[in-house]
């Protein structure tokens, strides 16, 4: 097989929820306990640290593996979906898995896998493990996919769990109320073992407390812990302070390359993880936390996280595409005082988007576009769905397209935003 070849195998044979949706989700973790155990349980072969929650989960995991890299760990990472190539799924020290590693591994498993008959996400797991376990990494930092409980991911045993801001995200899997999401989310908190929450929202506090309690796991409310105030915020990084509960200095000057302001939901997270890795032995000086928190991007290649694209007219992407995500990207573009916004924007043809829409302002001007695979929603329906709620702009039947007639449009101190769904994002072709 080629790689290409390869990925047509796994792509047409296996049920992706990327491209189909819910009917690729498995309610049970058999397959991926199977697949393991034949492999050998490599999971098992190294250091874990785990990611959930419904945004900020990616940020946090590169800023994590960034500041392990740092810290001169040979250090894995496991995210997802990916947005241009399937080998940003699974990296190492930031390079990406090798396409000669993916052929072998399908090539020698079709077998097992046609028996078995996995998920793409089930073989994708198993593959990143199995990947981590022959580099012999010291540490991976794994990113759950959806949920938590019964993602694949959850058969590890981690240093630490962390998660990040629960919200509403695919409620017809996780449920339609904070306290079932969070409920499947804090699935990832094992027995003794640490638990850190990034940010404590009160009404669903007591779902993490009452699981920790169950599990005899140790669990720390990260905001409780670390205050952030921004100092300073170009559009290239941030620099912020960092108190503790006491209103005592701990670090100042802290440097991030990651910009949206939604980034300091998630850097108590972060610290108290890494308060958690040095009390279980891993060695992190703080020049190693600063260097990492300052070169993410580099160190990890994350993309599509308030990514600056081109300037006159400032063109900005992100990946954020549920309530709380478009909520955030929508305060970080009237931070920026524009005269006008033009705003490429597509959805998923699964997800009740009424919400989202209404977060719009009406004043911006759109231009409405369809990712291409099966889930996305029709572009004429988005345009419909969105002109009855006052939210107005043209229908464009491509994201290139979308993009270029925004190009066109707007002037040089304007700003472009391009979002609403990561396979919108995926698309852009300077990514």
Known sequence: MTYQECLAYLYEQLPMYQRIGNAAFRKSLDNIIFLCDALGQPQHKFKTVHVAGTNGKGSSSHMLAAVLQSAGYKTGLYTSPHLKSFTERVRVNGAELEQDYLVNFVSLHKELFEKIKPSFFEMTVALAFEYFAHQQVDIAVIEVGLGGRLDSTNIIQPEVALLTNIGYDHQSILGDTLEEIAAEKAGIIKPATPAVVSTRQPEIAHVFISKAIQQDAPLVFASDQFK????????????????????????????????????????????????????????????????????????????????????????????????????????????????????????????????????????????????????????????????????????????????????????????????????????????
Do not use: M
């Open 228 to 431: 952030i105030e921004l100092q300073y915020a170009s559009l290239e990084k941030q620099v912020v302070l960092v108190e503790n509960s006491k209103g005592t200095e701990i670090l100042s000057d802290l440097e991030l390359d990651l910009t949206g302001q939604y980034q300091h939901l998630n850097l108590p997270g972060v610290l108290q993880a890494v308060e958690v890795l040095r009390e279980r032995g891993i060695t992190i000086s703080e020049q190693a936390l600063r260097q990492g928190l300052a070169q993410t991007k580099s160190l990890t290649g994350l993309k599509g996280r308030w990514q600056i694209l081109s300037h006159n007219p400032l063109t900005v992407c992100d990946t954020g595409h549920n309530e709380d995500g478009i909520k955030q990207i929508v305060q970080q573009l009237q931070s920026l005082n524009p005269k006008q916004v033009h705003l490429v924007f597509g959805a998923v043809n699964d997800k009740d988007i009424t919400t989202v829409l209404q977060l719009l302002p009406k004043t911006y001007t759109y231009y409405f576009c369809q990712a291409q695979i099966p889930r996305a929603l029709a572009v004429g329906e988005l345009q419909q769905q969105a002109q009855v709620l006052g939210v107005k702009g043209n229908a464009y039947n491509t994201v290139a397209d979308a993009i270029k007639a925004a190009k066109a449009n707007a002037a040089p101190d304007e700003v472009i935003f391009i979002g609403g769904s990561t396979f919108v994002v995926a698309e852009i072709e300077e990514l």
